[in-house]
């Protein structure tokens, strides 16, 4: 299920917004739901406590560029899909920063948008619908699993390490080790090959019968009994993608 995010100071344009994402919406094989907010502080607020899998956002907005909406969101998200519509082509060449998919001039064109949402839903991975929120000591953290290299067990804290070279560090858990890291477990993508390291195995460069070494050179050590185990799970998930 995806979650598509519009922001638009405009009340008129909001919901034309809404009504054209709507019947995309409704007519594709993407179900989804789509929220609206009138005000960039809203939305943010929101991306504090959740992530959107696309942000369909004006630009010329109160208090807050909307471009400078999408720096923040791309700050902890690089995965989501970010589309500008807006009625001043002058800042196209800005929106770049952001990475935006595409950038669209009101009056909103409804072909137009209905294609560009269908790209931004083909580059999005199915499998990674939810998302992990980290209570930290700064408040809540939400992850999408792509984002994750690995996560350690450390002093009763679990240290996540990211995709962009952030870490994000819980608060003291309560329960086991296991039990926290459960249901990131039951995706496919992750294995265990240490009693305090989780790994995504999408991002291994190599492995010896000691280790893996990850994206960035970071390494997660293999527990040397586990070893024909976990080499055997990593190679199924390999074959599984088509890469063995």
């Known amino acids: 299920m995806l979650d598509i995010a519009i922001c638009d100071d405009d009340p008129t344009q909001l919901a034309l917004l809404a009504t054209y994402t709507n019947e995309w919406v409704q007519n594709s094989n ?3 739901f789509v929220h609206q907010f009138l005000h ?23 208090m807050i560029h909307g471009i400078e909406v999408g720096k ?13 519509a807006t009625s001043e082509p002058s800042f196209a060449l800005q929106s770049f920063a952001t990475n935006p998919i595409n950038y669209l001039l009101k009056p909103i064109d409804k072909g137009r ?9 083909s580059k999005l991975d199915p499998s990674d619908e939810h998302v992990l929120t980290v209570k930290t000591h700064a408040g809540i953290q939400v992850i999408r699993p792509s984002e994750i290299l690995f996560c350690e067990y450390s002093k009763h804290t679990v240290i996540y390490t990211l995709t962009d070279g952030r870490t994000v560090r819980s608060k003291v858990i309560q329960g086991t080790f296991s039990r ?6 039951h995706d ?3 294995i265990r090959p240490h009693v305090s390291y989780v790994l995504n195995m999408d991002y291994v460069e190599s492995f010896t019968k000691t280790r893996f070494t990850l994206r960035s050179e970071h390494n997660v050590p293999i527990v040397i009994k586990q070893y024909c185990t976990v080499r055997d799970i990593y190679m199924n998930y390999l074959s599984s993608k088509g890469k063995t």
């Open 30 to 32: 993407n179900p989804a």
């Open 72 to 84: 923040t969101i791309r700050e902890h998200d690089q995965q989501a899909v970010i589309i500008y």
């Open 180 to 185: 926290y890291i459960e249901r990131t477990l």
């Open 188 to 190: 496919k993508r992750f």
């Open 113 to 121: 948008l209905h294609a560009t949402l269908s790209l931004a839903a």
């Open 40 to 62: 960039p502080d809203e939305l943010l607020r929101s991306c504090e406590k959740r992530r959107y899998h696309i942000y369909l956002l004006d630009i010329v907005m109160p």
